[in-house]
Every structure is written in C-alpha cells, then in structure tokens.
C-alpha cells in the first residue's frame, strides 16, 4: 500500500502587516523527499504521527513536501503557488512509479494566501487536479482552523488536534494514519458533515482543560465512541482572520452515513452554541498584573502578554509589558523571547558583560509599543537553537538565530532579564529561559509572548498565571469595526443573536 506524506501549514492572520514568504518558510521548516523522513521521525508531530502509522499499518511511505511558517500576515502569491507546486510535484513522481492508494497531510485550516483567503481549499484543490477524485485524503487541521464546506468536501477526513495547547499533534497524525488503514484495507466510506458555528471564541477560553472547552472536548469524545463514528474534530477557529470562513466549526465523519454525521456535528454545535458567553475574555490591566506579580508570595508568576503573540502572527517586539516591569521596579523578572535582530547585532559588536544603549522593540508597526530606549549590560549570546523536552512539539529543534540575553535596570533596584532574538518564536517550552542560561524556576516573574501554549510547560512551574491586556494584534478584545468580510451576524459582535441548527 503506497501512501503518499506531506503538508502546508500556516495560520495566518490578516491583521499583521508582515506577508508571509518562502523565505518564511526555509527559516522554520521546510522539507522535501527522504529530508522529510529524516526531519520528522521519532518526532510528536502530525508527520511524526503519520511516520508511526506508516510503520504500523506496514504502508510504503512516499514522502513529497512538508512546509510550515511562525504564524503571520497572509501568504504571498509566490509563496503559496512555489509549495503547492512542489507538493504536487512530489505526488507526480510518486504517480510516475505506480497507483498512488491515499494522501495524508498536515495542513492548518486557517492559512489565508494572497490567492485565496481559504489557503487549504487552493492547495487540496490542486492536489485533488493531480491524484483525481476517488484516492483518499485524508488532512490533520489545527483547532484554530477556520472551515469551508468545499475544503471538507475535497478530503475524505480531516481530524483536527483535540488539545490546546496543541500536545497531541503526534495523536492525530497517528489517528490520520490509522483512518487511513481503515478506508484502503477495511472498506470504510467516510462520509463528512460540516456545521458552521456564527461564534468568535476568545483565543484564552479556547483552553482545553478548563471551561467552556473541557465539557465540549468530553461531550465529543462521547460523540465519538459511539458505533459509526469515525471522526469528532471540534474547532474554535482563529479569530485574527477577516475572512468569509471565520467561526467555530464542527466536522463529523461516519461510516458511509452523512445524515447521522450531521446530526452528532448538530448535537456538539448546539452545546456551543450554550456556551457562547463563557468565551469572552476579561484580561487584566498591565499596571495591576505587574503589581500581582510583584506581591505574590512565591514565584514564578507567569504574566501572558496576550496581544503580542507571535503564536498568532503578532511581531514579538512588542515593549508595553516590559515598559511596565522595568517603571515598577520589577525583580528577578525574565522576559521571553523579544524579537529585535537590530539588537542582537549591537550585542554581538559589543560582547558579553559589556553595557549598550539601545533602542529595543517596538520597530515592526505602532500597535505594539514604541522602542524603548534603554542601556542594557550584554550577559549572554548565544546561537539560539534548543531542542524541545517539554509536552509540545517534543523533541523538534527551535531557530531562534543569533540571540542575547540582556539585563535591564529598572527603578527601584528593579532588574529585568530579555532574551531578545532574532526570529520569532512563542515560549512554548522551559528551553527557551534554560538554553540562555536562565533558570525558570528561580524567577518571581516570567513575561512570555503567548496566549495558551505556553501553559503546557510554564503552568506546572507556575505559581500563578495572570493574562495581561497588552495592546497588538492578538489582544482578545475584538473590535467589529476591524472586520469587513467577516460574515455577520455572529456573536459576540452581535450580542442578541438567535441561532437555530437546522437538522
Ligand atoms: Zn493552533
């Protein structure tokens, strides 16, 4: 059985003003052929999960691309065409040997190219043009995947990660491969019902292991068990993406059975639909989070800086959290990652343990903070690269290019430690405060550019978590005004709506 691997992955939010370029692409991950295989085996990620499978179900793996970009404006033309291009490459060679008997890929859901705001519907779109309409597709979607009725209708499954933080992306490659096996050995006929939700859910209440999503995770699994179903994806979406497509979705898959997938996707949405209220965010005022933090009894408190997310396509230099640490005095505090290559190369002429003055951040747009202009002694530089051993992404490699720790003083005494990077990255593992010599553990304060991922490895260690309202494109308080193509009504914007499924 030839199965053929790949994959474009991309969330991508049309409120950066930073396109998304091949350049992108090669810096965080960008594979092709047997580079593939050696890249992702033995990894927790879809194409790990898909290598596994593959193995398992004894399928002869034919590997094409696997690309995948930090989270940023929308895909260039360019971009986007060069790798579905090479992907579809890959399938015609594999078709050149001999019948192709399915297609796995790990694709996003919420990609929006220059060329199509539904990214994944333009790339299955060429893909189904090459392999035809009967070979089984089978795609794993991030939970932040934004849905169209024809990209479900140009797969045979699509299974999205259950967990967000996103720690079972090695599951549901897995999963995928398993469904796979199913559909080429056993027979089984998927067959898919998407229900589209008219709900914008706040990205911090899209945490899985509280309310309102721990019932709506338990209710699917439910859903799932039951004879007959294949597949329960539940997907909040991503909120940054004005787009016709944006909202929660629901997909369900059967056997062979459309109206009974619709009817359990009706059930999961309805619930929802109950819980709408409970996805608005309430995130807490810098000034007063800062002083929390300060107060608490023990560290280290973790302070999210929640609009600068560079998880959501934010630019990570975003200074108003750190302006706040160092006016208030702030110690043992340390800042992940603040993205400035400017920076990092002032550092680098000077050297360690010397002092620079500099203007740090605030350089991408004016929604993050201005610059600030500070003196900051050299205390480390490093390469920037460190391997996950943390629950996300176990056991990948993270760029983060050249990078220096920097010691800021504040008033009173104050001290803030930055690392300050040249790439993006969003603190999803301890690594990122250890590779810099930095120990966690040892902090009162630890500022990190995330919204959720970074509770998988900072919450076991923290003794507080506080959600902070810091400005930029990723702050949960959304504005209707900001949207133009979004389809209305939807809630919250239109907070009386009355929403009926119709079964
Ligand atoms: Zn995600």
């Known amino acids: 059985m030839r199965i053929a691997i790949g994959g474009i992955s991309h969330e991508s939010s049309t409120f950066s003003v930073v396109p998304t370029t091949l350049e992108d692409f090669a810096q965080r991950s960008l594979a092709e052929g047997p580079e593939l295989l050696d890249r992702y085996t033995g990894t927790r990620t879809c194409p790990g999960g898909f ?93 932040h995947g934004n849905i169209s009725q024809e990209m479900v209708d140009l797969v045979s499954v699509a299974v999205a990660y259950d967990e967000y933080p996103h720690t079972d992306t090695w599951q549901r490659g897995y999963e995928a491969g398993l469904l796979m096996a199913r559909i080429v050995r056993g027979g089984v006929l998927p067959a898919s019902a998407l229900v589209k939700i008219p709900l914008l859910a706040g990205l911090q209440r899209q945490y899985t292991h509280a309310e309102p999503m721990l019932g709506i995770k338990h209710l699917a699994r439910d859903l799932e068990n039951e004879s007959g179903i294949l597949n329960v994806s539940y997907l909040p979406g991503f909120p940054w993406a004005d787009i016709p497509i944006t909202g929660f979705s629901v997909i369900v898959t059967a056997e062979g059975d459309r109206q009974r997938a619709h009817r359990a996707a009706c059930r999961l949405a309805q619930e929802v639909w109950n819980r709408r209220e409970q996805f608005t965010v309430r995130p807490v005022p810098v000034d007063e989070a800062v002083r929390r933090a300060m107060a608490a009894p023990e560290g280290p408190v973790v302070l999210a800086d929640i609009g600068d997310n560079p998880g959501g396509g934010a630019p990570a230099d975003g200074t108003v959290l750190l302006e706040a640490l160092l006016r208030l005095g702030a110690r043992r505090a ?19 343990g010397e002092v620079i003055t500099i203007a740090l951040g605030g350089k991408t747009d004016d929604r993050h903070g201005r610059p600030l202009q500070v003196t900051a002694r050299v205390v480390r530089l490093t390469e920037g690269r460190f391997t996950h051993t943390g629950p996300m992404n176990t056991s990948m490699t993270v760029d983060l290019g050249p990078t220096a720790v920097l010691e800021l003083r504040g008033q009173r005494d104050g001290c803030v430690l930055v690392v300050v990077t040249t790439h993006r990255y969003q603190p999803t593992d301890l690594g990122v405060f250890r590779s810099q010599g930095i120990e966690p553990t040892a902090q009162q304060i630890l500022a990190v550019k995330s919204s959720v991922h970074f509770r998988a490895a900072f919450g076991p260690i923290a003794y507080e978590i506080i959600e902070v309202d810091t400005p930029g494109i990723t702050n949960p308080r959304l504005d209707p005004a900001a949207y133009r193509k979004l389809p209305r009504p939807i809630y919250p914007f239109d907070r009386d709506l009355e929403w009926r499924i119709d079964l």
């Not at 193995?55 to 696997?66: G, H, N, S």
């Open 51 to 143: 290598i596994d499978a593959a193995r398992d179900f004894a399928f002869t793996l034919v590997p094409t691309l696997m690309a995948s970009a930090v989270p940023g404006g929308p895909v260039t033309a360019e971009a986007t065409a060069e790798l579905t291009r090479r992907l579809c490459e890959g399938l015609r060679w594999a078709l050149a040997e001999g019948p192709l008997d399915g297609v796995l890929l790990a694709l996003h859901g919420a990609m929006v190219s220059e060329l199509d705001d539904d990214g994944e519907r333009y790339i299955l779109r060429r893909v189904r043009e090459v392999v035809g309409p009967k070979v089984p597709i089978v795609v794993t979607l991030d939970l």
């Open 334 to 352: 340390a800042l992940a990652v603040l993205r400035d290559p400017e920076v990092v190369e002032q550092a680098r002429a000077a050297g360690e």
